[in-house]
């Protein structure tokens, strides 16, 4: 059933799910204006770093299925208004609920909380609009792989609190998931948490491999070789069991927090999530550890290259990235620091400024000019194949502190570098 749908945020769930839904033939109205005073001339149409994304919401602008609009031309008849807002702007949801109350709709309607807001969250947004239908809907987009992180699903987590909006959802979806055991319909609050439960529990495993990777190189163990081993085991299997310089991520770090509170205020007696967190702070730190102890705990007028800022590849996101505690901890000890990213240098400009100790490089060698340690934060594609004699030439001293396990040690310290991995030999 073609579906006249409005979607409200700027987020990546919101371009991703407008570019969708409206290639799936539904008419779309996307709203990214939240100042509720603009006009049609003035709309900027959004973009993001995913040029996939784009492409596709070019392509679906063009044919005329997907219109950006203002809040006050939106049109009456829409059959289900999405709602994709991040962590941080509850009260504009708040807002978009209260105005669309005062429109003259007629009610019920379908209205899916797609926003990470955390537990309650669909309930807030409800109390402004309780006449309507509302289905939790949650964003599971993996920044990087945005469309293909949809498409892939094997079964699709649904919050509902009726049979009618089981039904209408279902519809809505069935050109994503088209077989009926691909859906988990359950109540809107089971479906938040289980949001934040899958996200604590890949946190776990990364802050496991990390706390396994410490221990490691105190025995003498490569981890790379037990993270084979682990990941071998069916029962396990090896997605997020790569020892690194911890995870970041608005969303991610969001529902970590979000979920550790959960817990905390409901009187439970556990602190795993807290240590989860505590393990991954703890871990943006080692590689300015293991470059303090190489240079005896002085690191004054040193020169350090750092290869990625945003939190993963494929995306200008720098939120809880490793980057700010290495900046902050280099910064602290006279360390100039000159930075390579090949999206995030602009949000890194915007953040911190202009400064005598930042050097932002556009070409990731140049970064490398005169360096005394090479740090390796995010696993761009680019920085896999290193040039070793181009670094050998450039930088002052040749030493790479591999924050995500990408090269070979044994190669690498066969090229005349040192070395230093996360847990490896």
């Not at 289900?80 to 978009?96: D, H, I, M, N, R």
């Not at 309607?109 to 402004?128: C, D, I, W």
């Not at 003498?220 to 081993?229: L, P, R, S, T």
């Not at 690498?412 to 991995?421: I, L, M, R, S």
Request: include cysteine.
């Amino acid at each position: 059933m073609r579906m006249k749908i409005a979607i409200f945020g700027t987020t990546l769930h919101a371009g991703v799910m407008a570019a969708l839904l409206a290639e799936r033939g539904n008419e779309v109205l996307w709203c990214t204006d939240h100042d509720f005073t603009g006009h049609e001339e003035q709309l900027v149409c959004q973009t993001y770093q995913e040029q996939d994304v784009n492409r596709l919401l070019l392509k679906q602008r063009q044919v005329g299925f997907l219109k950006d609009c203002s809040f006050s031309s939106i049109p009456l008849d829409i059959e289900a208004y999405l709602f994709c807002f991040s962590p941080t702007e509850l009260e504009k949801g708040l807002e978009v609920t209260q105005r669309l109350n005062a429109r003259p709709i007629i009610h019920p309607r379908l209205m899916v909380n797609g926003s990470t807001f955390g537990l309650h969250g669909t309930e807030k947004l409800k109390q402004n609009l309780p006449k309507d239908h509302w289905v939790y809907f949650p964003d599971m987009i993996q920044e990087g792989n945005a469309i293909n992180s949809v498409l892939s699903v094997k079964h699709v987590i649904v919050g509902v609190e009726s049979d009618y909006s089981k039904t209408i959802m279902h519809e809505m979806l069935r050109p994503f998931f088209r077989f009926n055991h691909q859906y988990l319909f359950m109540p809107i609050l089971d479906a938040e948490f289980t949001k934040l439960s899958i996200s604590g529990m890949l946190a776990t495993r990364i802050s496991y491999m990390n706390d396994l990777a410490m221990v490691a190189e105190k025995l003498g163990i490569d981890i790379a070789n037990v993270k084979e081993g682990m990941g071998a085991d069916t029962r396990i299997g090896s997605a997020y069991l790569s020892a690194g310089v911890g995870f970041g991520g608005e969303n991610f770090s969001h529902d970590i927090l979000t979920l550790s509170n959960v817990v905390s205020g409901s009187g439970a007696r556990s602190r795993l999530l807290e240590q989860v967190w505590e393990i991954n702070e703890q871990q943006k730190e080692v590689l300015f550890r293991k470059l303090w102890n190489y240079y005896h705990c002085d690191l004054k007028g040193k020169v350090i290259t750092i290869w990625g800022a945003a939190f993963k590849e494929n995306t200008s996101n720098i939120h809880n990235s490793p980057i700010h505690s290495m900046l902050l901890a280099l910064w602290a000890q006279g360390a100039t620091v000159k930075l390579h990213d090949p999206q995030a240098l602009e949000v890194i400009q915007s953040l911190y400024g202009k400064r005598d100790d930042l050097i932002l490089c556009e070409d990731q060698y140049e970064a490398a000019r005169g360096a005394h340690a090479l740090c390796v934060l995010t696993v761009w594609k680019q920085y896999l194949s290193l040039n070793y004699k181009k670094l050998q030439q450039l930088m002052a001293h040749p030493f790479i502190l591999d924050g995500r396990n990408v090269y070979d040690p044994i190669y690498t310290k066969q090229q005349g570098f040192a070395y230093e991995g996360i847990g490896r030999l």
